[in-house]
């Protein structure tokens, strides 16, 4: 069965950076394309980044680029978000997903889904 599940959310202050990892199982992130996305109360869910299994490309939305990074670790089979010079309005509901196709406009439709992590940016 494929599955995911988000771990490493947490309160941090603006500036600050967070490590989210997104754990598989069921399959292999080597071969599975994973996306990241996010969501705020009472807004919509997000695009925030994704890898693509069949050559690797990554993507991010533009309100992260060059602070975020997405990177996988075949090894431990996880597809981490390195969150850097967070800021306030980072502050939302993190979420892995696989089974979905990573382009650019991060607009895939996924269909396994983890439960989410809180990412709070507030001093």
């Known amino acids: 069965q494929v599955q995911v599940v988000e771990s490493g959310g947490g309160l941090v202050q603006p500036g600050g950076s967070l490590r989210l990892s997104c754990a598989a199982s069921g399959f292999s992130v080597e071969y599975y394309t994973i996306g990241w996305f996010r969501q705020a109360p009472g807004k919509e869910r997000e695009g925030v980044s994704c890898v693509r299994s069949s050559d690797g490309s990554t993507y991010y939305a533009d309100s992260v680029k060059g602070r975020f990074t997405i990177s996988r670790d075949n090894a431990k089979n996880t597809v981490s978000l390195q969150m850097n010079n967070l800021k306030p309005e980072d502050t939302a509901v993190y979420y892995c997903?696989?089974?979905?196709?990573?382009?650019?406009?991060?607009?895939?439709?996924?269909?396994?889904w983890g439960q989410g992590t809180q990412v709070t940016v507030s001093s």
């Open positions: 997903a696989t089974e979905g196709v990573c382009e650019p406009t991060l607009r895939g439709s996924y269909y396994v």
